[in-house]
Nanobody, 124 residues
Framework: QVQLVESGGGLVQAGDSLRLSCAAS????????MGWFRQAPGKVREFVGG????????YYADSVKVRFTISRDVAKNTVYLQMNSLKPEDTAVYYC?????????????????WGQGTQVTVSS
């Protein structure tokens, strides 16, 4: 089993930055692809970005490309989401997820483990 715990969310102003962390426990996630999703009120949960198990590949939704960066620290069993130039439309609960699939999974169904989420609110 894998347990994922997100942290780092909060209330910021437009243009600010935040870094979210996702700490894994239970077993190492070094062989898992890791992803970030978000869900705004009244909307479906959407893919934000992901990183392959070997850290060679990162991939992002068009809406966050260039502004967001995903990284992972294998030694700490932790994945990060650096968010720059935040916009009000980035307001959502952000979820970390782990996938045992190869490649670049982007669909919710491809991720078997989920964190509880952390709230990010961006004011205008």
């Amino acid at each position: 089993q894998v347990q994922l715990v997100e942290s780092g969310g909060g209330l910021v102003q437009a243009g600010d930055s935040l870094r979210l962390s996702c700490a894994a426990s239970g077993r190492t996630v070094s062989s898992y692809a890791m992803g970030w999703f978000r869900q705004a009120p009244g909307k479906v949960r959407e893919f934000v970005g992901g990183i392959s198990w070997n850290r060679l590949n990162t991939y992002y939704a068009d809406s966050v490309k260039v502004r967001f960066t995903i990284s992972r620290d294998v030694a700490k069993n932790t994945v990060y989401l650096q968010m720059n130039s935040l916009k009000p439309e980035d307001t959502a609960v952000y979820y970390c997820a782990a996938s045992g699939l190869a490649g670049a999974p982007t669909r919710r169904i491809e991720y078997g483990y989920w964190g509880q989420g952390t709230q990010v609110t961006v004011s205008s």
